[in-house]
């Protein structure tokens, strides 16, 4: 597609639930990357894929959260059992290969957790 | 673990005047140096970037980096309202996928 695509662009769910975030990224775009922003603070790294697989996870909060993806195309961002603590926008990013190039980002999704 | 400094600001700027953001970071292995700008409820947008030690121009925007002091600023010049907006700072490093990000400085242009 001609950007990056998220859905859905809100998700509201009650505590304990799981959720599943999509991300569609640049076609072409080999690299992906997942953050995630609390309200008024910095992007915080989540996940990074280069193809369908993923060689820096580090940035997992627990093992409540998950990530694939599918080729080069569609990622998905599992949050299992959902804590008010997971309120934020996650933000998906594509880039063409791996390297010094800067991302081009998603609208992003902006979860609460109620 | 690695850090990326930028002032919250706010800053504020008259039209017309030039605004400077600045950035440190804490990784001499960094090799490239990005910022993005990112208005209120929207998502980040890559203005610029620079790998090499000196000063890059893009239209209005000039990027200055100095590894030797690890610290890479944004020059904003002739600046619009519609300039006012958060500026991220990010790094990467060789070899490591991931981009670094500050916290970020808010700009308000005064009209």
């Known amino acids: 597609g001609a950007g990056v695509s998220q859905s859905p662009s809100n998700k509201v769910t009650e505590k304990g639930k799981d959720v599943e975030l999509r991300c569609d990224p640049i076609?072409?775009?080999?690299?992906l990357y997942w953050y995630r922003q609390r309200l008024g603070q910095g992007l915080e790294f989540l996940i990074y894929f280069q193809g369908n697989s993923a060689p820096d996870k580090s940035g997992l909060p627990s093992d409540r959260f998950s990530a694939e993806r599918t080729g080069e195309s569609v990622s998905t961002l599992t949050i299992q059992r959902t804590q008010q603590e997971d309120s934020a926008v996650y933000l998906c990013?594509?880039?063409?290969?791996?390297?010094?190039?800067?991302?081009?980002f998603g609208s992003g999704t902006r979860l609460t957790v109620v | 673990q690695k850090e990326v400094e930028q002032n919250s600001g706010p800053l504020s700027v008259p039209e017309g005047a030039i605004a400077s953001l600045n950035c440190t970071y804490s990784?001499?292995?960094?090799?490239?140096f990005f910022w993005y700008r990112q208005y209120s409820g929207k998502s980040p947008e890559l203005i610029m970037f620079?790998?090499?030690?000196g000063d890059k121009e893009d239209g209005r925007f000039t990027a200055q980096l100095n590894k030797a002091s690890q610290y890479v600023s944004l020059l904003i010049r002739d600046s619009q309202p519609s300039d006012s907006a958060t500026y991220l700072c990010?790094?990467?490093?060789?070899?490591?996928?991931?981009?670094?990000f500050g916290t970020g400085t808010r700009l308000t242009i005064i009209p």
């Open positions: 990784d001499r292995g960094s090799q490239s």
């Open positions: 076609s072409g775009h080999t690299a």
């Open positions: 990013a594509s880039t063409i290969s791996t390297g010094p190039y800067g991302y081009t």
């Open positions: 990010a790094v990467k490093d060789f070899g490591n996928e991931k981009l670094t």
């Open positions: 620079i790998y090499s030690n």
